[in-house]
């Protein structure tokens, strides 16, 4: 695994301490995940240990199912983790995302994203597995059916940590982003796209 050495001098131990800094890396260093999806493609930094990754998605699909009078909702599969304990430490995520390429959205759907070790089922919220790693965050109302999405891992402050500590040394975990949309009458299950990056940072804690 590359990493860069950096030496600086400690005048409490009369020596120098070494510090090992994340570099980017690819698919062929142990422990780095792999991006899922031909429309999908990563950029990795790390150093064994911590890691920051960074998606880029290309008009990835989103397939909508119809929950009547309660919601419409959403996910794609886009991050394989290796298998370990996993500290996930936030993610930001920054694009856009559009419905309505089949079935039938208003104009000026809203609603909210989050990501999770499991793709959206039902329900009005994205909860539990659904959004383990980013709790939903809202979507502001679209335009022409184009929302912009600028969300950011927000911990309710003093009660909980923004980090989620995740099981996956018997299964490896998945990450899925995922979409809700608030309900309206017009709207049916249908087909939409999210371009745009997410990135999120993230550590290897063990394997057993």
Known sequence: MPRIDHQLWNPDIKGTATFHYPVR??????????????????????????????LTCTATPITIADDASVAQYGGVKIYDFPTGLLLAKGAVIDGAVTLGVTGTITATWAGGVALGTATATT??????TEANIMPEVDVAAATAKVATVD???????????????????G???????????????THTAGTGTFTGTVSFNWELIGTL
Do not use: H, P
């Not at 329900?123 to 539990?128: E, K, Q, V, Y």
């Not at 299964?171 to 009458?185: E, G, K, M, Q, R």
């Open 123 to 128: 329900g009005a919220t994205l909860t539990g």
């Open 25 to 54: 890396c690819d698919d062929s260093n142990a422990g780095v995940g792999a991006k899922y999806g031909a429309t999908v493609s990563a950029v990795e930094y790390g150093n064994g240990v911590v890691f920051r990754t960074v």
């Open 171 to 185: 299964t490896a975990i998945d990450l899925y982003l995922n979409l809700v949309v608030d309900d309206s009458a």
């Open 151 to 169: 969300a950011v891992s927000v911990a309710t402050a003093l009660t909980e940590s923004g980090a989620r500590w995740l099981d996956g040394t």
